[in-house]
């Protein structure tokens, strides 16, 4: 029987009465192209990325993945001298649940953390599904990777210190990717944060069903997520682990990672779950479950109580990371 679900903080519960008429928690494939035309990403376009003229802003084309086209990188570099050599690196994955956004989605929170560390952001756009099914976004993400390490020193970027970054499908991504780099001997990247990350597509942890039809992205939008990126293998037992990191039989050898989720949110046990198989391979990883968050929850309400420690978080670890 499904147990009645956590509340939501009470800041938070506010703001998704807010938002309840323009967000549905259960999106179905056929309403996929009617979100990819809302207002909210035609908004994106207007962002002021310079932050007031704190960082320079380049789109840069780059190769992609052999036999596929290029992919777009945005490049956000502080425009101030560069004075104790290459900066780090954040490189930016955008969330959407694999099938909307792109390269501005979130990336406000990492230009955030990049203008108080003084780092670079680096932002890559990936091929979306249906249209483009697994390995099509991984594969993007990992040649943006490979792309950003040999050219780090275009843009005064420090090669030897990447931290991937993403939020939902970003942070899914971006779990991907540190598993790729590894098992490939890529680029070495020193650390992960995977925000509210989206690591299983079999879609059946306790808290997918006790959030049904709650917040901002239940299990039906889960469903539609992944059924678009993998098919009719969903939830079977082919599924590769750069796909959903969740099906990783090795979690060892991987960078330091950071993880947070709401309680109150679809995501909250495959998270907590990866978290655990972290530190069950002897690897490093901080875990944070906001209590009451829903998914997305500091995005949409900045200013609550429980979105400021989140924030904090976030910039916390990647100081003590990046030695900053």
């Known amino acids: 029987m499904t147990q009645a679900p ?18 549905s928690p259960g999106l179905t494939m056929d309403e996929i192209a009617e979100v990819r035309q809302g207002a909210g990403i035609q908004l994106l376009a207007e962002l002021d990325l310079t932050m007031d003229g704190y960082f320079e802003v380049e789109d840069r084309a780059v190769p992609g993945p052999v036999g596929a086209p290029e992919i777009s990188l945005l490049i956000c570099r502080p425009a101030a001298p560069v004075d104790a050599g290459p900066r780090p690196v954040i490189y930016h994955v955008h969330g959407g649940g694999m099938i909307i956004g792109n390269n501005r989605v979130g990336v406000d929170a990492p230009l955030a953390w990049a203008k108080e560390l003084d780092a670079v952001v680096v932002s890559v756009e990936y091929r979306l599904a249906p249209e483009h099914p697994h390995p099509a976004p991984i594969e993007d993400v990992y040649a943006g990777l490979e792309w950003t390490a040999a050219h780090a020193g275009e843009f005064g970027g420090d090669a030897g210190r990447v931290v991937v970054a993403g939020a939902s499908a970003g942070g899914g991504l971006s779990a991907a990717l540190a598993l790729l780099a590894r098992d490939r001997k890529g680029p070495e990247l020193i650390g992960q ?16 069903y006790q959030m049904a039809g709650l917040g901002v992205w239940d299990r039906t939008a889960n469903e539609t997520g992944w059924t678009a990126l993998l098919g009719e293998r969903r939830g079977g037992p082919d599924v590769s682990a750069y796909a959903a990191p969740a099906r990783a039989e090795d979690l060892s050898g991987l960078p330091p990672a950071f993880l947070d989720v709401g309680s109150a949110e679809t995501f909250r046990d495959e998270v907590v779950a ?24 500091d995005g949409f309400a900045p200013q609550a109580g429980v979105s400021r420690a989140c924030r904090g978080a976030h910039v916390g670890w990647l100081r003590r990371l990046l030695g900053r």
């Open 6 to 23: 956590p509340p939501f903080d009470p800041e938070l519960a506010a703001a998704l009465e807010l938002i309840k008429d323009v967000i």
């Open 193 to 208: 944060m995977l925000m509210c990350p989206m690591l299983d597509d079999r879609n059946d942890s306790p808290s997918t």
């Open 274 to 297: 990866y978290a655990s198989r972290i530190w069950q391979a002897g690897g490093v990883a901080e875990l944070h479950v906001w209590p009451g968050g829903f998914h997305g929850f």
